[in-house]
């Protein structure tokens, strides 16, 4: 902002260089022909002065001669009078004998004893139009460069000012426009809400929906920038065709429309039907694209709901919208605002306790099908609030993500799961991986730092991420797992089941398990389908080439069922709750005795996390690790 308002400053500036300097020079030149013609009119007049003076002096020489020839001065030929006037260079030489008073030039005639006799009488030329008559080619000169200099000024600054009105209006609609759309922008839009609130009578309503594109990036990923460009402004049009409000592009994939009504009802209605003409699909570049949007909706009503009100309430209305994943319109209600505050609560409270470094890993067993030994364990990120006690990563850790904060938290624990996992030589280490981290470029440096740093073996990792991962930029997510598995670390599609799964997306990205979500678990034994769909998921799996893991097993009949179906690996309270690492210490070596069976571990070691002296020795002697 600062930087454009210095850059039109010295656009200006430079716009009117020009000008000035013409206007500078014909000042100086009219102030040069000014004094010129000022010394010109004195010299001229001095000159002119001397001249009278040598002319009368020779006058009256003349008539002096006359006199001595003996010849009577008042009875002068015309002739030699004419001779006289062109001779001395006399205008209109007259020999009177009355004076008549005007304003001719008097000379006159005496005779031999000092009486007048006549008057010789002639016109004098003005000095002004003498000096004229001799400075007339200069002055002429000096009119014709002035006039040419007043002409060029003129048309350089009114050519200067035309540009400078229009560098104005471009940089007005550069600050207050999106040039894409040439909808208002986020700025202008702010002005518009507060008009639109101005504007409205005591009995109208004032709402503002805040239009979110849904998957702008998938259609610049799949069709183009072009493509992506051509929706935006196809999709401004249709907003601004759609309703008499005021229609803005407020963000990339975001725009606004302020509407004044009589009810929030009918507003509610017109925005419904918006939603509609939105969602027809967009015939560009001979194809049809079709988007969905999101929508955020507020109202200013009469209690006293100003503009940043009305903007932020349509703004946490679209959010929630967001994440609850459905497409359409929300309106904002209260309850809103209260799960916004949580949300600031978390946020702020979480970045404290990344600062006090109060955030810890606990790590729950995966265990072998047969229920026996822990092949390894997942780590799982655990808060404890000093005022609010345990909350949990499914609340803490999509705000984080929001937040920019999951970068921070993930890294916390990808180190301390690696460094505890060196007690632990014989288990795989799981550690679940945000889409947001692996949206970030730096993340696979990240994880060979933080192998290094360990020196854990990479075929010992795994790192767990949802499909989630492949849906916002599926190139660059391609690119990443590509990395990871060139780095030697396992990959595992958690909560499967849960999400998009694809069979294109399990073919095209190379995953190394399958985790069957929790869901499906619980489903097991309930119905036929339940088992069906696990059979399912589980030749699936067999047909990629995948290693098989059930997650959330709480019972011997869905552990069972699980492997008859042909799963692997299971994690569920059924074996283990996750627990501190000393759990897993403990834990360890009665898992690893074939004949001890974790669920004896569970009764004895997690439920006390002691496990007795008796048992120690005998897991010693079974311990396969
Ligand atoms: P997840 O990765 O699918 O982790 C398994 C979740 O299921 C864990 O919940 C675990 O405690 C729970 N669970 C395991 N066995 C059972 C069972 O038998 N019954 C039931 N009811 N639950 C079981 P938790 O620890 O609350 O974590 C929830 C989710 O939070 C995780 O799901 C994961 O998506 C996320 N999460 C946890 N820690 C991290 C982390 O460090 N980074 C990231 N990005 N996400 C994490
Ligand atoms: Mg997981
Ligand atoms: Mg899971």
Same mark, same amino acid.
Request: proline letters at 4%; hydrophobic letters at 45%.
């Given at each position: 902002?600062?930087?454009?308002?210095?850059?039109?400053?010295?656009?200006?500036?430079?716009?009117?260089?020009?000008?000035?300097?013409?206007?500078?020079?014909?000042?100086?030149?009219?102030?040069?022909?000014?004094?010129?013609?000022?010394?010109?009119?004195?010299?001229?007049?001095?000159?002119?002065?001397?001249?009278?003076?040598?002319?009368?002096?020779?006058?009256?020489?003349?008539?002096?001669?006359?006199?001595?020839?003996?010849?009577?001065?008042?009875?002068?030929?015309?002739?030699?009078?004419?001779?006289?006037?062109?001779?001395? @260079?006399?205008?209109?030489?007259?020999?009177?004998?009355?004076?008549?008073?005007?304003?001719?030039?008097?000379?006159?005639? +005496?005779?031999?004893?000092?009486?007048?006799? %006549?008057?010789?009488?002639?016109?004098?030329?003005?000095?002004?139009?003498?000096?004229?008559?001799?400075?007339?080619? +200069?002055?002429?000169?000096?009119?014709?460069?002035?006039?040419?200099?007043?002409?060029?000024?003129?048309?350089?600054?009114?050519? /200067?000012?035309?540009?400078?009105?229009?560098?104005?209006?471009?940089?007005?609609?550069?600050?207050?426009?999106?040039?894409?759309?040439?909808?208002?922008?986020?700025?202008?839009?702010?002005?518009?809400?507060?008009?639109?609130?101005?504007?409205?009578?005591?009995?109208?309503?004032?709402?503002?929906?805040?239009?979110?594109?849904?998957?702008?990036?998938?259609?610049?990923?799949?069709?183009?920038?072009?493509?992506?460009?051509?929706?935006?402004?196809?999709?401004?049009? *249709?907003?601004?065709?759609?309703?008499?409000?005021?229609?803005?592009?407020? %963000?990339?994939?975001?725009?606004?429309?302020?509407?004044?009504?009589?009810?929030?009802?009918?507003?509610?209605?017109?925005?419904?039907?918006?939603?509609?003409?939105?969602?027809?699909?967009?015939?560009?570049?001979?194809?049809?694209?079709?988007?969905?949007?999101?929508?955020?909706?507020?109202?200013?009503?009469?209690?006293?709901?100003?503009?940043? =009100?009305?903007?932020?309430?349509?703004?946490?209305?679209?959010?929630?919208?967001?994440?609850?994943?459905?497409?359409?319109?929300?309106?904002?209600?209260?309850?809103?605002?209260?799960?916004?505050?949580?949300?600031?609560?978390?946020?702020?409270?979480?970045?404290?306790?990344?600062?006090?470094?109060?955030?810890?890993?606990?790590?729950?067993?995966?265990?072998?099908?047969?229920?026996?030994?822990?092949?390894?364990?997942?780590?799982?990120?655990?808060?404890?609030?000093?005022?609010?006690?345990?909350?949990?990563?499914?609340?803490?850790?999509?705000?984080?993500?929001?937040? @920019?904060?999951?970068?921070?938290?993930?890294?916390?624990?990808?180190?301390?799961?690696?460094?505890?996992?060196?007690?632990?030589?014989?288990?795989?280490?799981?550690?679940?991986?945000?889409?947001?981290?692996? *949206?970030?470029?730096?993340?696979?440096?990240?994880? +060979?730092?933080? +192998?290094?740093?360990?020196?854990?073996?990479?075929?010992?990792?795994?790192?767990?991420?949802?499909? @989630?991962?492949?849906?916002?930029?599926?190139?660059?997510?391609?690119? *990443?797992?590509?990395?990871?598995?060139?780095?030697?670390?396992?990959?595992?599609?958690?909560?499967?089941?849960?999400?998009?799964?694809?069979?294109?997306?399990?073919?095209?990205?190379?995953?190394?398990?399958?985790?069957?979500?929790?869901?499906?678990?619980?489903?097991?034994?309930?119905?036929?389908?339940?088992?069906?769909?696990?059979?399912?998921?589980?030749?699936?799996?067999?047909?990629?080439?995948?290693?098989?893991?059930?997650?959330?097993?709480?019972?011997?009949?869905?552990?069972?069922?699980?492997?008859?179906?042909?799963?692997?690996?299971?994690?569920?309270?059924?074996?283990?709750?996750?627990?501190?690492?000393?759990?897993?210490?403990?834990?360890?070596?009665?898992?690893?005795?074939?004949?001890? %069976?974790?669920?004896?571990?569970?009764?004895?070691?997690? /439920?006390?996390?002691?496990?007795?002296?008796? =048992?120690?020795?005998?897991?010693?002697?079974?311990?396969?690790?």
């Amino acid at each position: 902002m600062v930087a454009s308002t210095s850059t039109s400053t010295s656009t200006r500036a430079r716009r009117l260089a020009t000008p000035r300097l013409i206007a500078t020079l014909g000042l100086f030149a009219l102030s040069a022909a000014f004094f010129c013609v000022i010394i010109g009119y004195l010299l001229v007049h001095r000159i002119d002065d001397r001249q009278e003076a040598d002319r009368r002096v020779q006058l009256v020489e003349v008539i002096g001669d006359i006199r001595a020839s003996g010849a009577d001065v008042s009875e002068l030929d015309p002739q030699f009078l004419a001779g006289l006037e062109r001779s001395l @260079g006399f205008k209109d030489l007259r020999f009177e004998d009355e004076l008549d008073p005007g304003q001719r030039e008097i000379q006159p005639a +005496l005779d031999g004893e000092g009486r007048i006799l %006549g008057w010789f009488t002639w016109e004098r030329d003005s000095t002004i139009s003498q000096a004229l008559s001799r400075l007339w080619p +200069l002055l002429l000169a000096s009119a014709i460069g002035l006039v040419g200099f007043a002409g060029l000024a003129f048309w350089q600054v009114r050519r /200067a000012m035309r540009e400078l009105a229009l560098s104005e209006q471009w940089a007005w609609q550069l600050a207050h426009e999106d040039p894409l759309t040439g909808l208002p922008n986020h700025r202008r839009m702010i002005d518009l809400i507060d008009a639109a609130l101005a504007a409205r009578t005591p009995g109208e309503v004032v709402s503002l929906a805040v239009i979110d594109i849904d998957g702008l990036n998938e259609v610049n990923a799949v069709h183009g920038r072009h493509i992506g460009d051509a929706l935006l402004a196809d999709f401004g049009e *249709r907003l601004k065709q759609a309703a008499s409000g005021s229609a803005g592009r407020i %963000g990339d994939d975001e725009f606004a429309l302020v509407l004044t009504t009589p009810d929030a009802q009918e507003a509610l209605h017109i925005f419904t039907n918006i939603a509609k003409a939105l969602a027809r699909p967009y015939w560009l570049a001979e194809q049809a694209v079709q988007i969905e949007t999101t929508i955020g909706i507020a109202h200013a009503l009469r209690d006293g709901a100003g503009r940043d =009100d009305l903007m932020r309430r349509a703004d946490i209305t679209l959010r929630a919208a967001k994440r609850r994943n459905s497409c359409g319109l929300l309106e904002f209600n209260p309850a809103l605002d209260a799960e916004f505050s949580a949300r600031r609560f978390i946020e702020r409270e979480l970045r404290r306790a990344l600062d006090d470094k109060t955030l810890d890993v606990h790590y729950q067993p995966i265990v072998a099908a047969d229920g026996a030994s822990i092949i390894g364990v997942e780590a799982l990120l655990r808060w404890k609030h000093p005022e609010r006690g345990d909350i949990e990563p499914n609340v803490f850790v999509p705000v984080a993500e929001q937040t @920019g904060l999951i970068g921070r938290l993930g890294e916390f624990v990808l180190r301390r799961a690696l460094a505890d996992a060196k007690r632990w030589p014989t288990l795989s280490i799981a550690v679940n991986v945000s889409p947001v981290q692996m *949206r970030d470029p730096a993340f696979v440096g990240l994880v +060979l730092a933080v +192998l290094a740093e360990t020196r854990i073996s990479p075929s010992r990792v795994v790192l767990e991420m949802t499909e @989630g991962v492949l849906i916002d930029n599926p190139e660059d997510a391609k690119r *990443r797992l590509d990395a990871l598995h060139a780095i030697g670390v396992q990959l595992a599609l958690d909560d499967f089941g849960t999400g998009y799964s694809s069979l294109t997306y399990l073919r095209r990205y190379r995953f190394d398990m399958l985790k069957i979500d929790r869901g499906f678990v619980q489903a097991l034994g309930q119905s036929h389908e339940g088992e069906a769909i696990i059979r399912a998921i589980v030749a699936l799996a067999r047909a990629l080439g995948l290693k098989i893991q059930a997650e959330g097993i709480e019972t011997e009949e869905q552990r069972v069922l699980l492997r008859l179906a042909g799963c692997e690996e299971m994690q569920g309270f059924l074996f283990a709750k996750p627990g501190p690492r000393e759990t897993i210490d403990k834990m360890l070596p009665l898992a690893n005795a074939p004949a001890a %069976g974790l669920r004896r571990v569970k009764r004895e070691s997690v /439920a006390d996390a002691r496990p007795r002296a008796a =048992d120690r020795t005998k897991s010693a002697r079974h311990n396969v690790a």
